[in-house]
C-alpha cells in the first residue's frame, strides 16, 4: 500500500453517530494556543477523513482511521481505544 498525502485540520468535536465522524468546530491556528482537548482530522486529496484523532492534554486517546471503495463510500474503519485496542469494522462493496 503508498503512502498518500494528508492535510491535517484541527476540531473542537464531531456530530453524529455513523461512521465516518463528521468533525465540527473547526479552529485555527490562534484557537489551538489554549486548548487541551481537540480533534485532529487528516483528509485526503479528495476531502474525504483518513484519520481521525481525539486528543486530549497532548495524549491521543482514541484513533479513527478510515478506508475507501473506489466509488466513495466507507470501506473499513479502524478504531484504536486509550488500551490500545483495535475494532476493525468492514463495509463491503
Do not use: W
Not at 473547526?26 to 482537548?37: A, K, S, Y
Amino acid at each position: 500500500m503508498t503512502a498518500t498525502a494528508t492535510t491535517t485540520r484541527y476540531f473542537t468535536s464531531y456530530s453524529g453517530v455513523r461512521l465516518p465522524l463528521k468533525l465540527v468546530g473547526e479552529l485555527t491556528g490562534d484557537d489551538m494556543r489554549n486548548r487541551n482537548t481537540f480533534y485532529r482530522g487528516g483528509f485526503d486529496a479528495e476531502g474525504r477523513l483518513v484519520r481521525c484523532e481525539k486528543v486530549v492534554y497532548g495524549e491521543i486517546e482514541v484513533c479513527h482511521e478510515y478506508r475507501y471503495h473506489a466509488d466513495g463510500r466507507l470501506a473499513q474503519a479502524l478504531i484504536h481505544d486509550a488500551n490500545g485496542e483495535v475494532e476493525c469494522l468492514d463495509y463491503p462493496a
